[in-house]
């Protein structure tokens, strides 16, 4: 079954004895995110330096380790999440070993992949406070180093070797497919000025959720758990991965750019039919109307129009609807592993990144 199937059940928010915790989850993430960096990055590093030039050094550049000119550049500005999700999920039943940092180094590869290629459909100049890649080195090159990224993940898996790695390397196998159908979906929404609040969470099921499903799978089949520990991790990244998104579609509208290192307002303008903005199209109200009528203005959205879009979305309810679903996939994220034993630490680092994920500002 595919991973970008998503059960109706996330509709509803679970029962008020299912919380996440709350306790400085963005001070425990920062400090999962060096701990993730300090184990993974090395690993992530041999495995880039087996790319040639010119094609090396774009992926150098993407993944913050070289400036444009060539030089050092040591400003690796991901949170590392998808790694991050693999080694906590080893941890879950073991300890963490080279095959898991490898799986970690895979996923945190097809990531960059998929970042690689959504900047040039998006036509986005800046990620992470820099320029992107393709707007350094050219769309033409930036493709052709996803590609390159895609087969080293896979790479890096069989050299593995053993039964586990086939698995992992089949679950990464299928995630792409999904990666590849939410990023699809995303594009044909664009056509569109009008959609379900059940083929949105479709589209960003596949484009985010999947991958994080996968990380916490990954995790678990490297470390040799049994099929239904690494069914309910599947789940918990799966949740993980939405709320992320939801947040992250919030963020896109109202966040701040010196934050975010981010253009905040560029999906409006591109009248992108993110989660705040169809659950606020879908309402029965005359601000609901009017942003559904800007929507359809056969002319391109200036930047009156995109504060006036930002406004209407908050208006309609769109924003507080948006943050509550995010909320209730976070919930859900802790719920799938609430009858799966783990040591006490890993289970409240698990909580601390569902509740980053519905409650960030970056």
Known sequence: ????????????????????ARSNSVGSITELSQWTRDKVLPVLRESVGTLRPPVLDAAE???GWRDADGSEFHAYGGKLLRPMLVLLAAHVVSEIDDAVLRGAAAVETVHNFSLLHDDVMDNDRLRRGRPTTWAIFGEATAILVGDALLALAFQTLFRIGGSRALAAATMLEETTQDLVLGQA????FEKRDFVGIERCEEMIAGKTGSLLACAAGIGGILSGADTRVVSGLRSFGMHLGIAFQITDDLIGIYGQESVTGKPVGSDIRR???SVPVVGAMHRECPEAKALRDLYRAPRPLSDDDVANATCLIEQAGGREWAAQ????????????LADTPMPHAVRAKLHALADF??????
Do not use: E
């Open 61 to 63: 550049y993407q993944f």
């Open 325 to 336: 679903r995010a909320a209730s996939h976070a919930s859900l994220a802790v719920a799938a």
């Open 357 to 362: 994920a519905s409650s960030r500002d970056c």
């Open 185 to 188: 979906l995303d594009i044909d």
């Open 271 to 273: 009248r992108k039919l």
């Open 1 to 20: 079954m595919s991973t970008v199937q998503v059960q109706n059940s996330v509709v509803d928010a679970p029962s008020s004895d299912i919380r996440v």
